[in-house]
């Protein structure tokens, strides 16, 4: 995302979370499944966290027990023309929970 200043869940030339999924092989068997992901950035891990918990979707997905998994990416800089620089740090949280076979 910083690379390209795209701040989207899916930037050009990119596969949609769902298929990233399952080409990581986290789905491999399961019979039901469910993710969110969160994107932000900040200048801190702790304002980013208060900045998701102050928004409505992002605060569902942080809060819920229905995700029982999580992934964390980060990189330095902001996704956004003319942000980037050292002041941010840029967070991608994936949350999911999957039904293994019976």
Do not use: I
């Amino acid at each position: 995302m910083v690379a390209h200043d795209c701040f989207r869940h899916k930037c050009s030339g990119e596969d949609p979370l769902a298929q990233r999924l399952k080409t990581s092989g986290y789905l491999a068997g399961a019979q039901k499944w469910a993710y969110a992901e969160d994107l932000g950035y900040e200048s801190t891990p702790r304002r980013m966290v208060l900045r998701w918990l102050r928004t409505t979707y992002d605060r569902k997905n942080l809060l819920s027990r229905r995700y029982v998994d999580v992934g964390l990416g980060l990189a330095a800089g902001a996704p956004t023309p003319h942000a980037r620089d050292s002041r941010f740090v840029t967070y991608t949280v994936d949350l999911a929970w999957r039904k293994p076979p019976a």
